[in-house]
Structure formats: C-alpha cells, structure tokens
C-alpha cells in the first residue's frame, strides 16, 4: 500500500485519510457480521422448522448442524476475516472521495501521488508547483467529510435484517419457553436424549431407576402440552429394548384418577432401555436397571420377661406368626440381609381398614420404638426395646439404589398383658341371717397368671368394730389360692338384729405401674337368734346364679354367630361381585365380643371350681374357653387383614367353631 509523506501533507489532509480507512473497515465487518447472524438465523430457522415438521434423527441433526457450522465459518472468513486483513492505499481512499464529490477534479489524487516518496523528484514538477497544489487541495477538501464519501445504507440494512432474523428466531420462547428451549437443544446438541418435538409430551415419574428383579414395575407417564391442550391419542406405547438387542411394547392406559397414562411390566428380570410413542411424537430415552431386591435371610427375637415373673429367658427363631411376648419384657431382633442395606426399620402396620388416619396415628405413638443398630458393613442389624404394645409388622430393608424387600412378611407381636387377679367366694351375695353364736367358713378363691401376693377378708359390724383377716404370707406367692376364712361372731358379743359385713381382696405383685387388685361385692350377714346354720340356705340359691351365668353366655355366642354367619354371606357376595368388603369394623367388634365371653367363661370356670356342686365342671368349662373361644377370636381379628376370598374362609370357620362351642355348652 502506498503511503503518505505526511511530512509534505498538510497534517488536516493526513487524519481525514486515517479516519475514512478506520471507516471503511468498520462498516466492513459490520456489513460481515450482519451477513454472519443472517446466515446462521436463517439456517437454524430452517433447521427448526424441518425438525419440528419432520422429527429429524440424530444423524440428520447433526448433519445439518456441520453444515450450519461450515457455512457460518466460510461466511465470517469471507465477509470478515478476509476484508479486514486487506490493505487500502491512500491513492484508492482519495478515489472513494473524489467519486463522491467530482468537483476535486482528482486534486486530492494528484497530491497524494506528488507527495509519494517513491517517485523520483524530477517527475514531481517543480517545488512550487507542489506546494501551491497542496494548498489548493487542503482548500477545497477542509469542509469535506471524508466518511461521508463511503456510504452506510447497506451495512446498517444488512445488520438491520440480521437483528430481525435474531427477533424472529427468539420470539418463540415468549410462547413456549419449554418447547423451544428443547428445540435448541436438540439442534445444538443433537447427539443428545431429547423428546421429539410436538405439541404433546410425558412428564415420566422417575422414569430413570432401579428396579427390583422380579417385582412388577409400575411406570406413569403425565401428558402435558407445549402449546395448547388436544385431544389425548388413543394409543400410547411403552416401547421396550432389551440390552440383547429384542424389542416389544406395551399399552398404556388411562388412569382418570392420576390423569396419567399407566402400564405394569410384570416380573422384571432384566434391565431395559425405553421410550414411550404415540402415532405421531416419542419421548426421550429411560433406563431401568435391574439388580437383586435385599432380603431377610435369618430373623431372631430374645425376651427377657419381667424379673417378677419369674419366667425364663426365651428365643424365638425365625419370627414368623404370632410373636406372644410379655409386657415389659425386654426384647432383642437379631436380623441378618441377603446383601448391605442402607435402612433398616420395622413398619407398624394398620390392619383395620376402617380405622381413621388419625385413630391410627393415636395407637402407633403406643407402639414399641426400636433402637436399630445396623452393622458397618450393612447384612445385619440387632433391635432392641421394652415392649408394652404389640400389633402387626414387617421388616423394611432398604439397599443403596431406594430398592426394598419384596412382600415382607408380616408378623404379630402379641403382648401378654399381666391380667388382675381372679377371685370367686363361696355362697350367694343377698343378706344372710346367723346365730350370734355362729363360726362363719368364707371360703374364697383366687387365680393369677403369674402369682397371687395377698388374700384378706375385710369385715365391719354396721356402726362398730372392723377388722382384716390376712392369709399368712408364707402361704402366698403362688399362681392359684383357695383359703377358709373364720370369723368368730361369739367373740364379738352381737346382739340380735345386728349386721356385719364383709368383702375379700386379692393383690398380685405387678411393679409397673403397681399391684394389681380385685374385690368382691359386698356380703351382709344379719344376727338372728332362730336363725339356721350358716351356708344351708343359700346353695340353691348359688346354683341358681351359676346356671343363669352360663345360659346368659350361651344366648351371646349364639347372637355373635348370627352376626358372623352375616358377615360371611356379605363376604360371598362381594366376591361373587366382585365388590370390597366394607364391614371390616363389624367383624372386629364381633372378634372382641368372643374375646369378652371367653374371659367371662374362664371366670365362670373359676367360680365352679369353689363350688362343690360345680366342681366338676371347672375342666370344662375352662377348656372351651381357653382352648376353643379365645383361638376363635384370634383367628376371626386376622380375618380383617386377609383378602376376600380368604377372609370368607376365615368367617365361615368361624362360625362353625362357634356352632360347636356352643354346644358344648348346651350340654354342660
């Protein structure tokens, strides 16, 4: 490039030069740039609008985006890079300016040329000469803007149009932000896991997991729309690849419920890539990996009942059923894992369908709370707890990938409550007339399940005297007592037409949170001169109260039968329609009615076996109640957690046993 002897141009002349050049190539690469975002705006335009239409793959994605790429860059190198690099001389700038303004008559030419230091002085013309024209050009030239000779329009347009092809090619996302970001980033990244574009897509819930093998994998996928909501698609796929390369599909369906689409693959072996598809859109790409479910392999309790019992120490293997414990007694799990878990809880569970959430929530505050101990390397954790509440429960193992153990099974803590004393005294409970001379036998007995601590008779002349008579403490500490407390009514010098009354107390040793205690009613004996001897006149009388006592018995079972036998036929119902059953409620309080009636007929046992005329019966009688009743109304409460067919079953044996003790009674 030819350059100015600046030291001969007048210093004006030099800096309108430099600012044209500067010029010049500023509008240059404007004009390149604008050129470079048109090019790329109208290429991902069409990029966009033939992936939408036509749902490109990845391959021509990519395609498209090198192409893009390759364009933009020969479009700078072009248009930019290569106009920048070139050098214009000052003869070519003062060309552009003498073009716009013809009235320089190339003065301005003709100075740069004569001031040029490569040509030779004796092809200048004289100094004069020279001098004069540079004056005369200066002067012509210094109201002149030489910027001004280079016009503008055409970058400021080129750039215009670009920054509208950038509105339009953003003005998406005002409407869609969503959809169009997904647009880009399937354009830019193409080799990416995206949705196919469409009005329609699934929001997948956890769509990426790990599922247990062998369990049924439920997967839930949300419609939602980009745009504005359509009509559902009748057909929607689950779409499966096999990691050996075999492929198959599943139908959804519509759950009104979740207002999604919902499929169950059933026994899931083996892990699988999938996609869900419509006729007309697919989602991206999810991955369910398969691994092995943890498990319980060994499960042991050890109870150490109250010391106050007096029981051993018990271990229980494999804890499968009904788990019968003592209350307070200390408890110890020890449970050992197919493979490390991450969590290890037991799970309380609610059995009674009719229980309300907050009813539950009451009860399970009651419930035992276990201290887990969970060993460093995660296959085994020891439990411990006083138990004093027990119920239904599962063991919850849960390993690094959220994964839990397939169909626990459940077991039922039983706590065995330490139950108040028993007690029966002899003779009927009406006011009885003695001789004031008389030596009253009361004969009482007492019953525990684990020992009876103290048996007293407590007596008190109407307006005198009171008075304790104890069974001697050696004699106490045992499970059953029957004893024959006197009392020496001459000693007391009773007049006629006075009264004593009288009661028995039985005590237990329970600690926590005390002893328990009963007493009989009160009994009255009034002071009589004439009066007979003490005990005749009332065993019709017993025998009259004890009889009425079991036939009462008898007419409940028979009513809770015929309650049961209605709930067995509205169990037959629901499963011929296949209905649910809703009288879970019902069947609970008829199981604590038998429940009721067995204490009832264990007490009555009781009262016979102080009776010398009904004696004989306290086997029996004990036996139905113990041994028949009570596992009736056991297995009726487990009815409720069953299924329906099951639970049919369960009422209908039910009924039956109870038909037969009730015969049993009859014949007592």
Not at 442 to 465: F, N, Q
Request: net charge neutral; glycine share 6%; charged share 30%.
């Amino acid at each position: 490039m030819t350059q100015l002897n600046t030291t001969v141009l007048p210093l004006e002349l030099t800096t309108k030069l430099h600012r044209l050049r500067s010029h010049l190539r500023n509008m240059t690469i404007v004009r390149g740039l604008g050129s470079t975002v048109l090019v790329t705006s109208v290429m991902l335009g069409v990029t966009f609008l033939c992936d939408y239409f036509l749902d490109l793959s990845g391959t021509l994605l990519t395609g498209f985006l090198l192409f893009t790429v390759s364009l933009v860059a020969f479009t700078i190198w072009k248009k930019v890079i290569l106009p920048a690099k070139l050098s214009v001389s000052s003869e070519e700038l003062a060309a552009i300016v003498e073009k716009q303004h013809p009235k320089l008559k190339e003065r301005l030419t003709s100075t740069i040329e004569l001031n040029d230091p490569g040509v030779p002085d004796d092809h200048k013309g004289s100094v004069v000469m020279r001098e004069w024209l540079g004056r005369e050009t200066y002067q012509a030239t210094a109201a002149l803007q030489f910027e001004d000779s280079i016009p503008s329009s055409r970058p400021k347009k080129t750039a215009l149009l670009a920054m509208g092809m950038v509105f339009l090619l953003l003005l998406p996302f005002l409407f869609s932000p969503q959809g169009y970001r997904q647009m880009w980033s399937r354009v830019l990244t193409p080799w990416g896991n995206f949705d196919s574009n469409g009005n329609l897509y699934f929001e997948v819930q956890d769509g990426n997991r790990t599922a247990a093998r062998g369990a049924d994998l439920v997967i839930v996928a949300k419609p939602k729309f980009r745009f504005h909501r359509e009509e559902l698609p009748e057909n929607v796929w689950l779409k499966r690849q096999m990691d050996d390369g075999s492929e198959d599909r599943r139908q959804f369906a519509y759950d009104e419920n979740l207002e999604s689409f919902v499929v169950t693959v059933p026994h899931v072996m083996h892990a699988f890539d999938y996609r869900i598809v419509t006729d007309e859109i697919h989602s991206r790409s999810y991955r369910i990996d398969v691994m092995e479910p943890p498990a319980v392999l060994t499960a042991v309790m050890e109870v150490q009942p109250p010391a106050y019992t007096g029981r051993p120490a018990v271990r229980l293997d494999g804890m499968l059923g009904e788990l019968s414990v003592f209350e307070h007694s200390e408890v110890r799990m020890i449970v050992t894992f197919n493979q490390s878990v991450e969590d290890f809880q037991i799970e309380w569970l609610n059995r009674d369908a009719e229980q309300s959430d907050r009813a539950w929530e009451r009860k399970k505050e009651k419930l035992p709370k276990f201290d887990v101990q969970l060993a460093k390397d995660g296959k085994s954790a020891t439990l411990s707890s006083k138990v004093s509440a027990g119920g239904w429960f599962a063991f919850r193992l849960t390993d690094e990938h959220g994964l839990h153990n397939l169909e626990p099974f459940e077991r039922f803590l039983n706590v065995v409550r330490d139950m108040p004393p028993r007690l029966a005294v002899l003779g009927t409970e009406i006011t009885q007339k003695i001789r004031p001379d008389d030596t009253p036998v009361i004969r009482a007995d007492s019953t525990d399940d684990i020992a009876v601590e103290a048996l007293e008779l407590h007596w008190e002349v109407l307006g005198g005297e009171k008075g304790i008579v104890e069974v001697p403490e050696n004699e106490m500490g045992i499970p059953a007592k029957s004893y024959d407390f006197r009392i020496d009514l001459k000693k007391m010098n009773l007049k006629a037409g006075s009264s004593l009354s009288f009661r028995v107390r039985a005590v237990d040793g329970r600690p926590v949170p005390g002893p328990q205690e009963v007493w009989s009613t009160k009994r009255t004996l009034q002071i009589q001169n004439n009066a007979k001897a003490f005990g005749v006149q009332d065993v019709a009388k017993a025998q009259r109260e004890k009889s009425q006592k079991l036939r009462e018995i008898r007419k409940a079972l028979e009513k809770n039968k015929t309650d049961v036998e209605k709930l067995q036929k509205q169990a037959e119902k629901n499963l011929e329609e296949k209905t649910e059953f809703t009288k879970d409620r019902q069947l609970n309080e008829n199981a604590d009615r038998q429940q009721k009636l067995a204490e009832l007929l264990n007490r009555l046992g009781d009262e016979f076996g102080v009776s010398p005329i009904y004696a004989n019966l306290t086997k029996k009688t004990k036996e139905i109640a113990r041994q028949q009743l009570t596992p009736a109304a056991k297995r009726l409460t487990q009815a409720a957690a069953q299924p329906l067919a099951a639970k049919k079953q369960f009422l209908k044996d039910n009924v039956e046993q109870l038909g037969k003790i009730i015969g049993e009674l009859k014949k007592l």
